[in-house]
Nanobody, 124 residues
């Protein structure tokens, strides 16, 4: 059983930056691909970014490409989402997730474990 705990959310102005972290425990972190998803009020949870188990492959949803960067440190059991040039439409609860398939994937169904989420609010 893998436990995931997100941190780093908060309130930021348009154009600002935030760094989200997700700490994993209870499993072998390098056995999992990791992903970030987000859920805005009244909307479904949506894919943001993913990274495979050895950091050789990353994918991003189109709206964040060039602004967000996903990375991981298998020695520290963390995955990070660096978010720059934030916009109001980035406002959401951000969730970290782990996929036992090791392969980077944008599909929610591929993820086995989820964190509780961290709120990101971008003001105009």
């Amino acid at each position: 059983q893998v436990q995931l705990v997100e941190s780093g959310g908060g309130l930021v102005q348009t154009g600002g930056s935030l760094r989200l972290s997700c700490a994993a425990s209870g499993g072998t972190f390098s056995n999992y691909a990791m992903g970030w998803f987000r859920q805005a009020p009244g909307k479904q949870r949506a894919f943001v970014a993913t990274i495979n188990w050895v950091s050789s492959t990353t994918y991003y949803t189109e709206s964040v490409r060039g602004r967000f960067t996903i990375s991981r440190d298998n020695a520290k059991n963390i995955v990070v989402l660096e978010m720059n040039n934030l916009r109001p439409d980035d406002t959401a609860v951000y969730y970290c997730a782990a996929s036992g398939g090791k392969i980077a994937t944008a599909h929610r169904i591929d993820y086995d474990y989820w964190g509780q989420g961290t709120q990101v609010t971008v003001s105009m």
